[in-house]
C-alpha cells in the first residue's frame, strides 16, 4: 500500500491519468476505481473532466470508476444481489431520536432524569445528541466500547444508552445512517456465510484497483474499511493525500502503518493577497467591486495580480450568514454567478416566511405582523375592480387583533384575496397545531402551498411587473416539488421506519420538523452559466480548483473559532474511551484538523488566493486575523502574502478613485472615472456558415446579431401591425408574380399580374398567405393594406418600364436579349477563413450572352437599404487585425456586394454580374451598381465611384472580420451602431446607462423610423 502526497490539485491529472495506464496493464477486465471523500468531490470532478478542465476526461467514461463512500456500498451489494438497507435523511434520523428519548425519559429508571438533567426534554438536546452520535459512529466507537463511560452518576449513563437503543434501532428496522456507510460495507466485505460469497466478493475486489483520492485522513470506519481492502486486494493500493506539513496532524500516512512513502512533492507556492474593508457589512461589497474593478483594469486586485482571467476562473467562499448580502453585491456590480449547490429551502421566500407565519400565529395574529404577512409577493394580494386591495396603512389604523377580528376587518374592507391569504394562513396553522404524523404535516404544507392564488400562482401575477422575483420564483417552484417528493417519500418510508414514523408531532415539535427539512432540503442551483463566477456556502469540495480562489471572513473568530466539547462527551470522557481501543479526535485534535482544512482551503487558487475580513465585526468589536495564517507562511515554502491592503468604505469614494457611475457616488475632486461594464456574449459557435444577407448585421453590432439569429431572442411587438411580417408578405408576392410571368411567357405586363395576384392573396385562395392573414383580413390594418397594395402596383409599373427599356435597348443592338427572370435564385456557397457563406437573391435576370442582374426586393425604401452600411469600423479593430484587413469603413450595402461575389466566384464560367441592385417599395424605385449601358436601362443612378470590381473586394475583407468574429465566439456590442435607436436589446448592452438614451425628438431628427430588412 502506498501514501503518495501532493500539493495542488492539479497535479493530480497526471498521477490519475498514470493510475488508469496502470490498471489498463493490469488486465482488460480491471477498473480503476477512485474513491473520493464526497459526492460533492465526485461531481465536481466530472464536471471537471466533462468541461475539458483535466488531462484525464474522456478516460473516466470508458473504463474508470468514480465513487464515493456510498457507491462503494452501492456496488458490492449490487454484485452480492442483497438489498441495500434504506438510508435515512437528517429529519428522519431525528424524529427517530426524538422517539427514543421520549421512550426513554418514560421509563421508570430514566424518568427522574428531567428533574436532575431537564435540559433533556428541550429541541437543542436532539441537536446535540445527533452530533455526537455521528461522531462515534464514524470514529467506529461500539455501544459496548461506550459503556465505559458509565459511572454512579445516573447522567452519564444517558449517552451510552441512546447510542445503543438508536443503532439497535436502525437494525431492527434495516435502515442505515449515512455515517454508516463505511461499517456497513465493511461488514459485507466480511461476509464469509458460504463459500459462493467469499467468491463473489473476491472477484468484486480483484476486478478493480483501488485509489482513494483527496483524503488528508480517514475517520474511524472509514480506515478500518481502507485497510480491509487493502487486506483483500491482489493489487496495490493508493492514497493520494494532500500536503499540510502539519507535524502534530494525525494524516492518512500516520493512520496507516507500515506505509512506505513517495518521494516529498516539491514546494508548490503562491501569493495570498488580504483584503480589509472598514466595516464588516460592506466586506461583500468590497469584494464584488474589487472583481467589477478587475475586469476594467483598475483597483488593488488588478495592481497586484495584474491580468483578469474572467469571472468563470474565480471560486468564492461565504459563510451562511453572509450569502445574501454577497449575492445582493455581485448582483449590483452585474458579476454572473452561479451557486454552487444551490440555496436551501430555509433561505428562499418559503422557509423565510414558514418561520414569520408560524410567529404572527403564536403571537395572536397581532395587527402588524399579520398585515406585513398579507403584504407580501406570495400573499396574492392584487387589486381588481372587485378586490381594492390590501393596505397596511389601513389595516394598521383598525388595529384587528386576532382570527375573528381579522376575519371581520378583511370582509369589511373587501380584500378578497387579502381575506382568501388569510384562510389559509389559519388553516395551515391550526393543521400544525392539532398535530399529525411527519407525512401529515408535509402534507397540510403542501396542501398551503398549493392553494389557489398563493404562492407561486402569486408569484406568476406579480412576475410582469417586478422581474426581479423571477428566481425567487423558480426556487419557490422547486421547493413545492421537493415538499411534495419528501412527502411520498414519508408515505412509503413510514411502515420501514418502524414506530418514529407514525410519531404525531404538532406545535412547536411539527414546526421544528419542517425546520429542520428545509435547514437539510437543497433547491437545484440555477443552470451553469459560462464564465460565471462559483460561489460557495463554506468550503467547496477538498478537490476543488480554481485559478482565482476568494475566501471572505478570515478572522480568529472562524479560523480556529471556538471550539468546544460536547456536554454529553467531554475530554475525560474521550480519554476513557481511547483506553478501550478506540478514538476519538480531543479538542487539541479538532483544532489542529480545522488548520488543516484552512491550509487546503488557502491552496485552492492555482494561480492565486484573497482573503477577507472586515476591521470590525457585527457587534462593532476589532476583528483579529486568523490565527492560522503566520504557521501557514511560517511552514509552507514559496508563499507570499500581501498583507491588509486596505479597501474602505464605499458611500463616498475617495478623490482620484474611480466609480460606477450608476451604482456609486463618486466623493468629487481629483480623478474621477465614470466606469461601467460593458457586457459581453461568449458563445462556442458549432455553425460556422453564415448568410450574406447577415453580414451587415453582424459586422454592425456583433451582439444584437447573436442575439437574434444564433439565440433567436424574440420580442413581443405591441403594435398590430408587423413589418417583418408585411416584408415576408411582399416577398411571396413577388415570388408568385414572377412564376406566374414565366408560365404565361411574358404575355402579360407586371402590372397585371401584380393585380391579379393581390387579389388572390387577399381571397387567401393560396395557402402561401395564410400566415399574413392579419394584415390581408382585419379592418384594423385597412390603411397599412391599400398602402401595400399602392406600393406593390407602382413597383410593377416601374418592373413594367425597365422591361420596356431593355427590349428597347436589345433592339438597338446595345444589350444582349433577356432570356429569364428567375426568382429565388440561390448562390454557389463561397468559404472564407474556414466560415461557409450562403446567399439567395430574390430575383436573377439572366441574358443570352451569360450576363446576369441580381434584385432584392425591400419593403422600404431603396436608398436606405444601399446606404446600409457600418458607419464606423472602430469596432471591428481586432477582428480586421486578424483578418488583415486595412480599410477604415465599407462604402457600400454588403448584401448586394456579396451577392455579386458569390454569382461571379460560381461554377459558371459564362455568368458575369453587370448589376445589383435593390427594389424599394416604399420608393418604387432602384438603387444600386450596374454597369453600362444596363445601367440606363434598369433607371439606376449609380453611387459615384461604384463598381462591381470594387464591391467584391470590399465583400471578401467584410467576411474575412466575419469570420473571425464568428469563430471567436466573442460578441461585443458596438454602441455605434445606426440600429441601435430601434434596438430591441438595450437592456442588455446597456447602452443607455453609458451613452444615456436618445429622446423621441432626436430619433425622429435622425430618421428613426425603423425599416425591416426583409
Known amino acids: ?331 449590483r456590480y452585474r458579476i454572473p454567478y452561479v451557486l454552487a449547490r444551490g440555496r436551501s429551502v430555509s433561505k428562499n421566500i418559503l422557509g423565510t416566511n414558514l418561520n414569520s407565519i408560524w410567529t404572527a400565529w403564536t403571537e395572536g395574529l397581532e395587527t402588524r405582523e399579520t398585515a406585513l404577512l398579507l403584504s407580501q409577493p406570495w400573499a396574492g394580494v392584487a387589486v381588481t375592480k372587485s378586490d381594492p386591495g390590501f393596505s397596511v396603512e389601513d389595516a394598521e389604523r383598525a388595529g384587528p387583533y386576532g382570527v375573528k377580528a381579522w376575519e371581520n376587518y378583511l370582509k369589511q374592507a373587501g380584500a378578497k384575496s387579502a381575506h382568501a391569504a388569510f384562510k389559509a394562513i389559519v388553516k395551515f396553522c391550526r393543521a400544525l397545531e392539532k398535530g399529525a404524523s411527519p407525512e401529515g404535516i408535509l402534507g397540510a404544507l403542501h396542501d398551503f402551498l398549493t392553494t389557489r392564488g398563493l404562492w407561486v400562482s402569486a408569484l406568476l401575477d406579480t412576475l410582469v411587473d417586478y422581474p426581479a422575483l423571477d428566481e425567487s420564483l423558480r426556487e419557490l417552484s422547486a421547493s413545492v416539488a421537493e415538499v411534495e417528493d419528501k412527502r411520498s417519500a414519508m408515505r412509503e418510508l413510514q411502515p420501514d421506519l418502524g414506530p418514529a414514523g407514525g410519531l404525531a408531532v404538532k406545535g412547536k415539535t411539527a414546526m421544528r420538523f419542517l425546520n429542520d427539512w428545509c435547514d437539510d432540503t437543497l433547491v437545484s442551483p440555477s443552470p451553469p452559466v459560462l464564465g460565471a463566477l462559483t460561489l460557495y456556502v463554506g468550503p467547496p ?136 461594464l460593458t457586457p459581453v456574449l461568449r458563445a462556442v459557435e458549432s455553425n460556422l456558415s453564415l448568410p450574406v444577407s447577415d453580414i451587415h448585421e453582424l459586422l454592425s453590432c456583433p451582439m444584437r446579431w447573436w442575439l437574434s439569429r444564433r439565440a433567436r ?128 437573391c430574390d430575383r436573377m435576370d439572366i441574358f443570352e450572352d451569360g450576363s446576369v442582374v441580381i434584385l432584392d426586393y425591400k419593403l422600404g425604401r431603396s436608398e436606405s437599404y444601399e446606404k446600409k452600411r457600418p458607419a464606423s469600423v472602430a469596432h471591428l479593430g481586432k477582428a480586421m487585425e486578424k483578418s488583415g484587413v486595412t480599410r477604415d469603413k465599407f462604402k457600400y450595402g454588403l448584401q448586394l456586394s456579396a451577392y455579386a461575389l458569390l454569382r461571379d466566384l460560381s461554377s459558371d464560367t459564362e455568368a458575369r454580374v453587370v448589376g445589383v441592385g435593390f427594389l424599394g417599395h416604399k420608393d418604387g424605385g432602384l438603387s444600386g451598381t450596374f454597369e453600362p449601358p444596363f445601367d440606363s436601362c434598369y433607371f439606376c443612378k449609380n453611387a459615384k465611384g461604384a463598381s462591381l470590381s470594387e464591391r467584391a473586394e470590399e465583400a471578401r475583407d467584410a467576411m474575412k472580420c466575419a469570420a473571425v468574429i464568428l469563430k471567436s465566439g466573442v460578441f461585443e456590442p458596438n454602441y455605434d451602431s445606426e440600429s441601435c435607436k430601434y434596438c430591441d436589446f438595450k437592456g442588455v448592452c446597456r447602452k443607455g446607462e453609458i451613452r444615456g438614451e436618445r429622446t423621441s425628438s432626436e430619433d425622429d431628427e435622425n430618421g428613426g423610423d425603423k425599416e425591416e430588412e426583409q
Not at 431492527?172 to 460469497?197: G, H, V
Not at 478613485?657 to 480623478?671: A, K, L, N, W
Request: net charge negative; glycine share 6%; proline share 5%.
Open 713 to 840: 431572442v424574440q420580442t413581443v411587438g405591441r403594435e398590430l401591425f408587423s413589418n417583418s411580417e408585411a416584408g415576408s408578405m411582399t416577398h411571396k408576392i413577388w415570388e408568385n408574380i414572377l412564376l406566374a410571368m414565366a408560365e404565361s411567357g411574358g404575355k402579360e405586363t407586371m402590372r397585371d399580374a401584380a393585380d391579379a395576384e393581390w387579389k388572390r392573396a387577399l381571397s387567401l385562395a393560396n395557402d402561401d398567405y395564410a400566415p399574413y392573414w392579419r394584415i390581408l383580413k382585419d379592418y384594423r390594418l385597412e390603411r397599412h393594406r391599400k398602402n401595400i397594395e399602392f406600393y406593390i402596383a407602382r413597383l410593377a409599373r416601374f418592373q413594367d418600364r425597365i422591361s420596356e427599356r431593355l427590349d428597347a435597348s436589345c433592339a438597338a443592338g446595345q444589350t444582349p436579349l433577356r432570356s429569364e427572370c428567375r426568382p429565388e435564385f440561390d448562390l454557389t456557397p463561397r468559404e472564407v477563413d474556414g466560415v461557409r457563406f450562403t446567399g439567395r
Open 1 to 331: 500500500m502506498r501514501v503518495i502526497p501532493y500539493r495542488k490539485v492539479s497535479d493530480l491529472d497526471a498521477l490519475l491519468k498514470a493510475r488508469i495506464i496502470e490498471s489498463r496493464d493490469a488486465a482488460c477486465n480491471v477498473s480503476a476505481a477512485f474513491v473520493v471523500p464526497s459526492r460533492r468531490d465526485r461531481d465536481w470532478w466530472k464536471l471537471r473532466a466533462r468541461t475539458g478542465d483535466a488531462s484525464i476526461d474522456a478516460r473516466f467514461a470508458d473504463n474508470a470508476l468514480l465513487w464515493n463512500w456510498e457507491d462503494v456500498y452501492n456496488d458490492i451489494r449490487a454484485a452480492l444481489g442483497r438489498q441495500k438497507l434504506r438510508q435515512i435523511d437528517p429529519p428522519d434520523h431525528r424524529l427517530i431520536l426524538s422517539f427514543i428519548v421520549s421512550e426513554l425519559l418514560g421509563e421508570d429508571e430514566y424518568g427522574g432524569l428531567l428533574s436532575v438533567w431537564p435540559g433533556l426534554s428541550r429541541p437543542g438536546f436532539i441537536d446535540i445528541l445527533a452530533d455526537d452520535l455521528r461522531e462515534l459512529i464514524n470514529e467506529a466507537v461500539s455501544p459496548e466500547q461506550l459503556c465505559a463511560l458509565s459511572r454512579d452518576d445516573p447522567t452519564s449513563a444517558v449517552l451510552p444508552e441512546l447510542y445503543r437503543r438508536y443503532t439497535a434501532y436502525l437494525d431492527a428496522n434495516n435502515l442505515m445512517d449515512s455515517s454508516q456507510i463505511p461499517l456497513k460495507t465493511l461488514e459485507t466485505l466480511d461476509d464469509r456465510s458460504n463459500k459462493n460469497t467469499k467468491k463473489m466478493i473476491e472477484k468484486w475486489i480483484d476486478e478493480r484497483i483501488f485509489t482513494f483520492v483527496g483524503f488528508m485522513s480517514f475517520t474511524g470506519g472509514q480506515l478500518a474499511l481502507v485497510r480491509k481492502i487493502e487486506s483483500l486486494s491482489p493489487r496495490d493500493v493508493v492514497v493520494f493525500k494532500p500536503v499540510t506539513d502539519l507535524d502534530d496532524f494525525q494524516d492518512a500516512t500516520k493512520q496507516l502503518e507500515g506505509v512506505t512513502w513517495e518521494k516529498e512533492p516539491p514546494p508548490s507556492g503562491g501569493t495570498v493577497i488580504s483584503l480589509l474593508s472598514s466595516e464588516s457589512n460592506l466586506e461583500p461589497e468590497m469584494i464584488a467591486r474589487l472583481l467589477a474593478l478587475w475586469r476594467e483594469g483598475e483597483g488593488e486586485l488588478y495592481r497586484n495580480a495584474r491580468s483578469f482571467p474572467g469571472f468563470g476562473a474565480v471560486g468564492l467562499s461565504v459563510t451562511s450568514s453572509r450569502l445574501l448580502p454577497m449575492e445582493a453585491a455581485l448582483r
Open 541 to 676: 469540495p477538498i478537490l476543488a480548483s480554481y485559478p482565482v480562489w476568494i475566501m471572505t471572513d478570515v478572522t480568529q473568530k472562524a479560523w480556529p473559532g471556538v471550539i468546544r466539547s460536547s456536554p454529553l462527551l467531554d475530554e475525560s470522557g474521550r480519554e476513557m474511551i481511547a483506553t478501550d481501543a478506540a478514538w476519538l479526535p480531543s479538542i487539541h485534535d479538532k483544532r489542529v484538523q480545522k488548520e488543516a482544512l484552512f491550509r487546503r482551503l488557502l491552496q485552492t487558487g492555482d494561480e492565486l488566493t484573497v482573503i477577507s475580513r472586515s476591521s470590525f465585526d457585527d457587534d462593532g468589536h476589532p476583528t483579529i486575523p486568523a490565527g492560522f495564517l503566520d504557521s501557514f507562511f511560517d511552514d509552507l515554502e514559496g508563499w507570499t502574502l500581501k498583507d491588509d491592503i486596505p479597501v474602505f468604505g464605499m458611500s463616498a469614494l475617495s478623490p482620484g478613485d474611480v466609480y460606477f457611475h450608476d451604482i456609486e457616488t463618486s466623493g468629487g475632486g481629483g480623478r474621477v472615472e465614470n466606469l461601467i
